[in-house]
């Protein structure tokens, strides 16, 4: 009986530490959409004087903030699509065939999340420089590259290790190649999965800030390194916070389809074959 009614306590350290953590997320997002939709807020308000959609409109009527719209879906769009050119047929050989190095030649993918990250676009930038890929569209392109590792070689090793060798056996028992025991046994039970981490590297691209303004300044400007110099430069504040809730908007998409990958633990067991 005293067993059952200290495993009943309240873990009040977690509940705690649960309450900070919300307050840290939570707060500083709550101010921010706040100040988005703020025509007036001064000091020492605790709410606004006055709500609007005047920073809005006077925010998506700036050119620049088109333009980097236009740069970070470009962007993102071929970085994604390289990334899965390069990393699925890789995560399909770590999760299907044992050669020498396999699993040295698989961490060293994700290598570059092991170490402090401006420090490595640092080293990577002065190579860079030496290659005239500063300031250029295809150097913002590689750079960014390198930080969808993680999810397009992580999850999709995951996702194939996944599937049912039963059934791909059978089908080769059949008669089937092995181009339709792929397209009709194996890609339909890892697709979803390798969707979410195509999801990911799309959204984590469209976010990535150091290595788009360590390589890609001053010509190249995406969203949010735009969203950066506005709250850096401007003196209204609003102009930043429109652009952040138009950065939300991604996650928010990413997160629901996300979450089912998320949540069964496939990212965490990555490499557990």
């Not at 890929?133 to 590259?145: N, P, S």
């Not at 025991?181 to 691209?205: D, E, H, K, R, Y």
């Amino acid at each position: 009986m005293a067993a059952t009614l200290a495993y009943r306590k309240p873990d009040w350290i977690g509940i705690g530490f649960a309450i900070v953590l919300t307050l840290v997320i939570v707060v500083p997002l709550i101010v921010v959409g706040t100040w988005a939709f703020t025509n007036v807020w001064r000091y020492p308000s605790l709410i606004p004087q006055e709500f609007g959609l005047r920073f809005w409109n006077q925010t998506l009527a700036r050119a620049d903030v088109w333009s980097s719209i236009s740069t970070s879906l470009t962007l993102s769009f071929t970085v994604t699509a390289l990334s899965a050119l390069i990393c699925l047929p890789a995560a399909y050989a770590f999760a299907r065939l044992d050669f020498p190095g396999r699993n040295l030649l698989f961490f060293s993918f994700l290598a570059g999340h092991a170490f402090p990250k401006f420090g490595l676009l640092v080293a990577i930038a002065g190579i860079f420089l030496q290659l005239n890929l500063i300031g250029t569209f295809w150097g913002v392109v590689l750079i960014q590259l390198v930080g969808t590792l993680l999810f397009m070689i992580w999850i999709p090793v995951a996702a194939f290790q996944a599937v049912d060798r039963r059934m791909e056996e059978a089908a080769r028992d059949v008669g089937a190649s092995p181009l339709r025991v792929f397209w009709s046994i194996t890609l339909p039970q890892a697709g979803p999965t390798i969707a979410a981490a195509i999801l990911l590297s799309f959204v984590g691209t469209f976010y990535e800030t150091e290595g788009a303004w360590l390589i890609g300044a001053p010509q190249v400007r995406t969203l949010p390194v735009l969203m950066i110099s506005f709250i850096n430069n401007q003196p209204v504040i609003q102009y930043g916070a429109v652009l952040s809730v138009l950065l939300w908007v991604p996650s928010f998409i990413a997160l629901l389809f996300a979450r089912r990958v998320v949540n069964s633990g496939s990212f965490a067991r990555g490499f557990g074959g």
